[in-house]
Structures are given as C-alpha cells and as structure tokens.
C-alpha cells in the first residue's frame, strides 16, 4: 500500500479576509481538485472554460460542483471570493508538500503550516539561505545590476551542480554537494525531477550539467581539491561514455568499525527508554546520506544526547564515500 503522497493546502494569509479559527489556525480554503471542473472539455487544459464562459457559475458555485477524484490527474485549485476595499490588501498562501503518509500530514504537517506568521518567517529563512549560499560570490562596482547578476548566476551554477560542503575530519574532510536538482521542463520524462524530502537535499543532475557548473567548485571552496576531478573521470568508461545522470555520493560505514561508531554517537530512544544502538546500528548497515540517515532514525524511534553537528562528524570521519547506488 502507498501511504505517502503530495499535499496542498492554500488559505487568506493575511489582510483583508483572513480568517482564524477557534484553534488559533488559519482556516484552509476549499479545492478544485478534478480539472474537468474548471476545463470542461478541453483536454489541453489551454481554455479554462469553466471559469470564463459568459454563464459561467461563480467561484463559491464553481467549488460546490461535483468532483471526480478518481482515475485522472487531479490539479490544486484553491478558491475563495473576497470583496477588497480600496486601500486595502490580501495575501493568499499556497503550499505544496509531501507527507509520508496522512496522519503525518494532518497531525503535523498541517497544524505547523497554518499556524499564522508561518509563511513569513519560511520565506525569510529561505532568502537567509540564499543570502548564505550567494555570499561566496557578493560583489560590489558600481552598477547593482552587475552585482545582482553575479550572484543570481552563482545560484543557478549552484542548483545545477550543488554546493559542496565539508564534512567529518577538517583536515581530510568528505566533500558533499547539496540543492543540486536536474533543470529543464520537469514535464518531460527524460527530466525525471526528484529531490531528497531531507536534510541536506539534493537531486541527481546529467552529467554534463553537473560537471559543468561545478568548474569553480575549489575556487570558491578550496577544502574540495581535487574531489570533483576524481570523481568525474572515474565514471568515464573504458569506452569512453559516461552516464546521463550523477548525484550526490552516498556514504558506507566498514563493518569493523561500526560498534565503536553506534557506541561513541550516545544513542537513545526517543521515549527514553532503551539505548536505540540497535535500531541506528540498522540505519549504518545500508549506504547512507546525511540527511536520510538522521531521517531513518527518526522513524526508527532513537535520537542522540549528542547534537546533530558532532554525529555527522563522527559518521563522516569513519565512512567511506561512494558512488550513489552502491
């Protein structure tokens, strides 16, 4: 049975027409989740007729229509009518997502995402977060429009090749690239668009892109050597091809060292009972990335006294780094 899936929840964020209900959350508006609604008969979903036709129901009529949620692609249309007064303004959030499963959204997922200021403070972390990647490349001169452009394409090298991070010992650290993800039209199925749904994300990209937009990884991290070049020409082939597509490497701990690893990293459960070695020593059996790892043990029910920093460190330092799908 699948029990994960993607979500969408959209609801008046702020201004006029929001709405807080009795539990302190935003109320969710309503979709249109079968598209026949909204296109009527055209397939190519170009001509929303169902939306602009003269005789065409209102939004509030639109959402009671009758919905097929069955053996079609659904879409995610929130609706709502707002009559907003002049000098006034309203801010609509919707948020795509993915659950393991649907108690998981409903019981964590979705109380978190409505919780009002939410939204604000992920959108700030997340230009936090561009500012810290595109700050290896700020530049000032005197025209902004130059400065902007070199850091808006230092941040599309980086989601096209990654951003290479140390990892474990500082002085023969793993190097691992994160927020890399293949480009192009994510419709077409060559494209296969996936990213990581964890810590330290990544996707994979085609080779070429990928090696491509890494040229100046060991220019801007020095600490990546000649990490990027090795790795490279050992996927050429004797026949001299290459894959289509690379991702991020993934890490194996040697099974000699995998007691004083579990034992070193003060493993718990997450209800305090029990040490949890048995379920992390699990986890390290299979090749690992970063972020899965602490995932999987999550889901396993352990956690650490130690915090997330000093566990990637003693991982790193005793793993050995190999090619994804090893």
Known sequence: MIKDGHFAISFVDCGFGEEIGPDGLHKMLPFIVDPSVVYETD??????????????????????????????????????????????????????GHADNL???VGTYSPKLLKPGYTSKKRAAAQHVVEQITKKVETKTSSPIFDAYVKQDFLDNVLRGGLPIALGDSEKPKIYHTFSRIHGDIERDYNFFQIDTTYFSQGPGNFRDVSQNRRLDVLHTPAVGDFNLRMFLSYVQADAYNPLTVASTNFKVPTEKLADLVSSLEVKNTDGSGSGAAAVTAVLKKAFRPGQFFKDVTAAGASFSIGREDVLDKLMTVSDQVPAGY
């Open 43 to 96: 397939t190519t979903l170009t001509d929303p007729i169902g939306f602009f036709a003269p005789d065409a129901p209102s939004v509030s009529e639109l959402l009671l229509q009758p919905q097929g949620a069955t053996s079609r692609t659904p879409c995610a249309f929130a609706g709502a009518k707002l009559v907003v007064p002049p000098g006034k303004s309203v801010s609509i959030s919707t948020i795509f």
């Open 103 to 105: 108690e998981t959204f």
